[in-house]
């Protein structure tokens, strides 16, 4: 009775602790999501950045136009005269995502417009994200450890970044579908479950439609399969998580256009076939020692890893074919720069220029992860006892994690999801500590009492075995019990021994009583801190929309609104088929703002077409004008800062111009724009500097602002104040000066010679009448 009655308390208490781990993950998922509305409730509903502009332009066109004619889209109105076929070159998992969700609250009679869609997805997506680490933590280390990390995903600055509400980026589903196939990976390992196994390529196959990071996962899942496996750890689970995945998976990846046979063609997948042939070979091997003797395992042994090591050799060989008929040895430029982090600034500067590809500096970690990065170790630390294949998995994942971020700061963003899992299993691990200790040494406590028991009995087992062994040969008389009734007996014996054995270490394991509750108070402390952190990195330093920005000071807040002041000139002043040139930064937001045709965008597919833009902006006045007249262009769109010390200008950017443009057009010399080797746009600047056309447009009729021509971000005085532009004319300024747009003078009239007399008009006319009836082609 008293045993049902247990079972029953114990059953009630499961039940209360699923319901309220339930309400918990559904707080969860609101503070995720409100989390993230400062730039709508501070600013107002808008896309933020540059690369969601195209996104933004791409969903509007498939919830118009329908999904085949998506798949066929070819854009004319960007990389002016080459165009672009839009089906085949983007990752469509984020714009079918949102396309959806539209069709959806449409078909409900909700009639929301697809901006606002495409601005709400990233926070929507962050709450599934923070689900999703709740089960990949548990399978890992429980529901406390899964509740704990999937809050701390919630507030993660690092997330946030980039999930804010307006953040319309491929990373804002990436980051979810990432955790979750992570998640259906661990979920097979621990059942070995087929069905998960068919849901984990699945989700795969979602990531891989929605960024191209997925080689993340097809390279990080066969580094802990082989690990697995060289460590000893090899099971039928391990080659059900595994299999399905690499077979199911890279098919449904080959069925992305913009993947296509890269699935099978490139070495980013080479890892996941190489060890797909390993654990065959390891299956096999295993199969057979379960089916031959000793001494015919050891031949067939022989014979398997013969022929598995010639398979290995001929697919290396076949391998190495492919890799060296390739320049980058069937690596990508960003790939590359991931295994070299000096590779990008020595060969593909284009990629090097990217802010977000730059290397991250030690206080970054610490503003976008927080007090993560020192609980971190802690987590690791709990991971190994007992290390399992979930937790082995965890760990890996968080060093490969702490390496990519190290040489990429836009790779915080991967490692932000693993320091929340280890961070959350130290905190999780640290409070059952702490709360233990307070528990078993509260006065009257059951557990203590029982604990107590325990170590008693424990105690006296010794001499009640001595009595034991004293009264053998008495019990040696007495009838022997039945096997059946020997295997009843020592049942509830080695149920209780365990626990017994369980509870004395626990009990080891006490902490004092002022220490656990200081540090419970710390733990919650340090918490708070994390928290604050979280919502003023909300709040103040990602919240703000990088189209509309905002200065403050003595007067009050400054609101700078030149983007779209400009983008709104350009689509109201100039004709539709205009091309308007600019340097790429800017191509995504020109197209989808101002509507109109532009030369290079934020895609930087074709370097030699960015060179051709940068070594206009390097050159001579006549120079460039030629260049963008060969290109049809009519306008040309400058961002520059110095007026109110923006210092994202394209004067800040310019030698990154120089440098793409000398690379494709050797002329463009990165040193003759340099002082002693110094970037100056004073008076010791170099003549090629001050009379390139970036300095030009940049600082035409600067002097009239303040008398003196100051550079706020430059913080001197420019070199060349007055001057007179010859082949580009002034149309549009914004406000503030931070967007000039220039218009291409049209050519001048060609003049053959002056004669030094004219004999007389009318013979003049005549000979120029003759002449001209002379060179008509037409007659």
């Given at each position: 009775m008293a045993a049902l009655e247990t079972s029953r308390g114990t059953t009630l208490r499961n039940a209360f602790g699923n319901v309220f781990s339930f309400f918990i993950l559904i707080l969860i998922g609101v503070l995720a999501f409100s989390i993230r509305l400062?730039?709508?409730?501070?600013?107002?509903?808008?896309?933020?950045?540059?690369?969601?502009?195209?996104?933004?332009?791409?969903?509007?066109?498939?919830?118009?136009?329908?999904?085949?004619?998506?798949?066929?889209?070819?854009?004319?109105?960007?990389?002016?005269?080459?165009?672009?076929?839009?089906?085949?070159?983007?990752?469509?998992?984020?714009?079918?995502?949102?396309?959806?969700?539209?069709?959806?609250?449409?078909?409900?009679?909700?009639?929301?417009?697809?901006?606002?869609?495409?601005?709400?997805?990233?926070?929507?997506?962050?709450?599934?994200?923070?689900?999703?680490?709740?089960?990949?933590?548990?399978?890992?280390?429980?529901?406390?450890?899964?509740?704990?990390?999937?809050?701390?995903?919630?507030?993660?600055?690092?997330?946030?970044?980039r999930?804010?509400?307006?953040?319309?980026?491929?990373?804002?589903?990436?980051?979810?579908?990432?955790?979750?196939?992570?998640?259906?990976?661990?979920?097979?390992?621990?059942t070995g479950s087929l069905f998960y196994a068919t849901l984990n390529a699945i989700a795969y196959f979602y990531m891989v439609c929605s960024w191209g990071g997925y080689t993340f996962i097809i390279n990080l899942i066969p580094m802990h399969v082989l690990l697995c496996i060289v460590t000893g750890r090899y099971s039928s689970r391990l080659y059900v998580a595994y299999a399905p995945l690499v077979v199911l998976g890279t098919l449904l990846a080959s069925l992305v256009p913009v993947v296509g046979f890269n699935a099978v063609m490139t070495s980013e997948h080479f890892a996941s076939f190489l060890v797909f042939i390993i654990i065959h070979v390891v299956a096999l091997v295993y199969y057979i020692k379960g089916v031959l003797s000793e001494k015919m395992f050891k031949v067939a042994v022989t014979l398997i890893l013969s022929l598995g090591a010639i398979v290995c050799c001929a697919v290396i060989a076949v391998l190495i074919a492919l890799v060296a008929s390739s320049p980058t040895m069937g690596w990508s430029g960003r790939s590359l720069s991931l295994l070299d982090p000096t590779y990008a600034s020595k060969y593909i500067p284009i990629i090097a220029s990217v802010s977000e590809h730059?290397?991250?500096?030690?206080?970054?970690?610490?503003?976008?992860?927080?007090?993560?990065?020192?609980?971190?170790?802690?987590?690791?630390?709990?991971?190994?006892?007992?290390?399992?294949?979930?937790?082995?998995?965890?760990?890996?994942?968080?060093?490969?994690?702490?390496?990519?971020?190290?040489?990429?700061?836009?790779?915080?963003?991967?490692?932000?999801?693993?320091?929340?899992?280890?961070?959350?299993?130290?905190?999780?691990?640290?409070?059952?500590?702490?709360?233990?200790?307070?528990?078993?040494?509260?006065?009257?406590?059951?557990?203590?009492?029982?604990?107590?028991?325990?170590?008693?009995?424990?105690?006296?087992?010794?001499?009640?075995?001595?009595?034991?062994?004293?009264?053998?040969?008495?019990?040696?008389?007495?009838?022997?019990?039945?096997?059946?009734?020997?295997?009843?007996?020592?049942?509830?014996?080695?149920?209780?021994?365990?626990?017994?054995?369980?509870?004395?270490?626990?009990?080891?394991?006490?902490?004092?009583?002022?220490?656990?509750?200081i540090s419970i108070f710390l733990l919650v402390l340090l918490g708070a801190f994390y928290v604050v952190h979280c919502v003023w990195a909300a709040a103040e330093a990602y919240s703000a929309p990088s189209i509309v920005l905002t200065s403050h000071s003595h007067d009050g807040l400054h609101v700078f609104d030149d983007f779209r002041e400009a983008y709104a000139w350009l689509s109201h002043n100039t004709e539709v088929d205009d091309k308007v040139a600019s340097w790429w930064d800017y191509g995504y937001q020109t197209t989808a703002m101002a509507n109109r045709t532009v030369i290079v965008d934020n895609n930087t597919w074709n370097n030699t077409h960015i060179a051709t833009v940068g070594t206009a902006m390097s050159s001579?006045?006549?120079?460039?004008?030629?260049?963008?007249?060969?290109?049809?262009?009519?306008?040309?769109?400058?961002?520059?800062?110095?007026?109110?010390?923006?210092?994202?200008?394209?004067?800040?950017?310019?030698?990154?111009?120089?440098?793409?443009?000398?690379?494709?057009?050797?002329?463009?010399?990165?040193?003759?724009?340099?002082?002693?080797?110094?970037?100056?746009?004073?008076?010791?600047?170099?003549?090629?500097?001050?009379?390139?056309?970036?300095?030009?447009?940049?600082?035409?009729?600067?002097?009239?602002?303040?008398?003196?021509?100051?550079?706020?971000?430059?913080?001197?005085?420019?070199?060349?104040?007055?001057?007179?532009?010859?082949?580009?004319?002034?149309?549009?300024?914004?406000?503030?000066?931070?967007?000039?747009?220039?218009?291409l003078k049209p050519p001048k009239n060609r003049i053959r010679g002056k004669t030094k007399k004219s004999k007389s008009k009318s013979s003049g006319t005549t000979t120029k009448r003759s002449r001209s009836g002379k060179k008509n082609p037409w007659h």
């Open positions: 400062f730039s709508v409730i501070k600013y107002e509903s808008v896309i933020h950045e540059f690369d969601p502009y195209f996104n933004y332009r791409v969903t509007q066109f498939l919830t118009k136009s329908g999904i085949y004619e998506f798949w066929n889209w070819f854009d004319d109105r960007t990389w002016y005269p080459l165009g672009r076929v839009i089906g085949g070159t983007v990752y469509p998992g984020l714009t079918l995502t949102a396309g959806t969700i539209w069709w959806l609250l449409n078909s409900l009679n909700i009639p929301l417009s697809v901006e606002t869609v495409c601005v709400f997805t990233a926070p929507i997506f962050s709450a599934f994200a923070s689900w999703a680490t709740y089960l990949l933590t548990k399978e890992v280390k429980g529901t406390g450890a899964g509740l704990t990390a999937a809050a701390l995903l919630a507030m993660v600055p690092s997330y946030i970044s999930s804010v509400a307006g953040s319309y980026d491929n990373e804002a589903v990436a980051i979810f579908a990432l955790i979750f196939t992570f998640y259906l990976y661990i979920k097979t390992l621990n730059q290397p991250p500096t030690w206080p970054s970690y610490f503003m976008d992860i927080n007090v993560l990065a020192f609980l971190v170790p802690a987590g690791i630390i709990a991971c190994f006892s007992p290390l399992s294949d979930a937790s082995s998995f965890v760990v890996l994942y968080i060093v490969t994690s702490v390496y990519f971020s190290g040489v990429m700061v836009r790779l915080m963003l991967v490692l932000a999801p693993a320091a929340c899992i280890m961070s959350g299993i130290a905190l999780s691990e640290a409070f059952e500590v702490f709360t233990r200790s307070i528990k078993f040494q509260l006065p009257g406590s059951s557990v203590h009492s029982q604990v107590d028991v325990g170590v008693k009995s424990s105690e006296n087992s010794l001499p009640q075995n001595d009595v034991a062994k004293t009264d053998k040969t008495e019990d040696t008389l007495k009838e022997r019990p039945s096997r059946k009734n020997r295997k009843k007996e020592k049942e509830p014996v080695a149920v209780e021994k365990p626990s017994v054995r369980s509870k004395i270490e626990k009990k080891l394991l006490v902490l004092p009583l002022e220490a656990s509750i001579p006045e006549k120079a460039a004008w030629e260049i963008f007249n060969s290109l049809d262009v009519k306008y040309v769109l400058v961002v520059f800062g110095g007026l109110v010390g923006y210092p994202s200008d394209d004067i800040n950017k310019f030698l990154w111009m120089v440098r793409i443009g000398g690379g494709v057009f050797p002329h463009i010399k990165e040193p003759d724009y340099l002082k002693d080797g110094q970037y100056r746009i004073d008076s010791e600047a170099t003549p090629t500097m001050l009379n390139c056309l970036m300095y030009k447009l940049s600082y035409y009729r600067f002097v009239e602002t303040d008398g003196k021509a100051f550079d706020r971000v430059r913080r001197t005085e420019i070199g060349k104040k007055h001057f007179k532009l010859t082949h580009f004319e002034e149309v549009f300024t914004t406000h503030h000066w931070m967007v000039r747009i220039y218009k």
